[in-house]
């Protein structure tokens, strides 16, 4: 069956950078044709998109936009988010998903703080 691992959250200070993984298995087709995505729940608030990426596009939230960064390995089935000048606004749970289930990650904590 499929499965999303997602990995990389930390406590990091404002202004610094942290990189998620998310491997993916289970898959039925080539791994580069899927789109994926990452999305992120704060507390309290809607679990929003923050970047998505599919072959030949990448799309960013206007929030993340210039300072984060969506990747992907498909020797490796895994799909990177890099995270810079992060802020406070930017802690919350990140979750990689792949829209064709929908099937989810089970989330990584990022937390930015002094």
């Known amino acids: 069956q499929v499965q999303l691992v997602d990995s990389g959250g930390d406590l990091v200070q404002p202004g610094g950078s942290l990189r998620l993984s998310c491997v993916a298995s289970?898959?039925?087709?080539?791994?580069?044709?899927?789109?994926m995505r990452w999305y992120r729940q704060a507390p309290g608030l809607e679990r929003e998109l923050v970047a998505r990426?599919?072959?030949?596009?990448?799309n960013y939230a206007d929030s993340v936009q210039g300072r984060f960064s969506i990747s992907r390995d498909n020797t490796k089935n895994t799909v990177y988010l890099q995270m810079n000048r992060l802020k406070s606004e930017d802690t919350a749970v990140y979750y990689c998903m792949a829209p064709h289930g929908p099937y989810w990650g089970q989330g990584t904590q990022v937390t930015v703080s002094s």
């Open positions: 990426i599919g072959p030949g596009y990448v």
């Open positions: 289970g898959f039925t087709f080539d791994f580069k044709s899927y789109d």
